[in-house]
């Protein structure tokens, strides 16, 4: 699916006050969240996207005396994607002195409302990654702005999408190959509260695969919770109903499959 971009006219995007840095490339991307409160509603009402970049555009401008809005592209829930700064223009939001190595990808979900990144707000984000690739020289790393600067950014849901590897939401994209595990989220699943996000969900897409009868919904609450317990019984670990890396990477492990497998040379 092409992008859909938001160009600078269509949002009504104030011009910058000076000319941009210019970058030859970088070595990926690193993803950030609002850090605020994010109306749910916003998920319905795509004017709500525009209202939001465009008083993000003016806090940079206003508030940091920043000449732009600092990141290069904006993701909304409604799969579209809002030209910041661009391709080949410096950022400004990943933090003094790491700004030339990385673009900034914003994603409108915050720390309270909507904190978990619906999908078409997952492809947003991979749809401006490949469009910085492709028009921007972009490497192919995926990180956090939290990955070497002391934020809470990109909040806990996207930060473990990325630790993920960002993948597509769905599994349509890649699957893993048979034999490679995918890296523990960095984070525990565990009910309650209920945990949400696509670490949920991969790890129950997982178990369904394996045969569990288990909701792929990536809401980690009390069905996932007896799951992972007669899962952890089953492999012989502390039943605690917890998705630790132990649990984790037994879930994807194909020589676990069987119990009566030959014993390990
Ligand atoms: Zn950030
Ligand atoms: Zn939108």
């Keep these: 699916m092409a992008i859909d971009l938001v ?7 104030r011009a910058p006050r000076g000319s941009y840095s210019r970058l030859t490339s ?11 409160r994010v109306d749910p509603a916003i998920v319905t009402d795509h004017a709500k996207c525009v209202a939001m970049v465009k008083s993000i555009q003016d806090f940079h401008m206003d508030g940091n005396g920043w000449i732009d809005l600092g ?21 400004a939001a990943n933090g003094a002195g790491l700004n030339s190595g990385h673009y900034a ?22 749809d401006a990654i490949e469009y910085l690739r492709a028009k921007g020289g972009a490497g192919k790393e995926i990180k956090g702005h939290r990955d070497g600067y002391s934020t809470d950014c990109p909040g806990d849901a996207l930060y473990a999408w990325v630790r993920e590897g960002a993948p597509r939401p769905g599994g349509g994209g890649q699957q893993p190959d ?3 595990t995918p890296q523990w ?4 699943l565990k009910h309650p509260p209920i945990m949400r996000g696509e670490d949920v969900r991969a790890w129950q897409r997982q178990m369904a695969g394996l045969g569990y009868v288990i909701e792929v919904d990536g809401a980690y609450g009390p069905k996932s919770t007896a799951v992972c317990v007669t899962f952890q019984k089953e492999r ?3 039943p605690d109903g917890i998705v630790g ?10 020589a676990g499959h069987s119990e009566s497998a030959a014993p390990e040379a």
Excluded: E, Q
Excluded at 7 to 13: D, I, L, P
């Design 7 to 13: 160009s600078r006219a269509a949002w009504g995007a």
């Design 26 to 36: 970088t070595r990926g991307v690193k993803v950030h969240y609002t850090g605020g």
């Design 71 to 91: 990141y290069s592209m904006i993701a909304c829930s409604h799969r579209k994607v809002f030209v910041g700064r661009g391709p080949h223009n410096l950022p």
């Design 105 to 126: 990808v914003l994603g409108l979900v915050g720390n309270s409302g909507l904190v978990t990144p619906p999908d078409g707000l997952l492809n947003a984000i991979l």
């Design 178 to 180: 048979p034999g490679s």
């Design 185 to 188: 989220p960095g984070r525990l």
């Design 236 to 238: 012989h670990l502390d």
């Design 245 to 254: 890396p132990l649990t984790w990477n037994a879930a994807f492990d194909p």
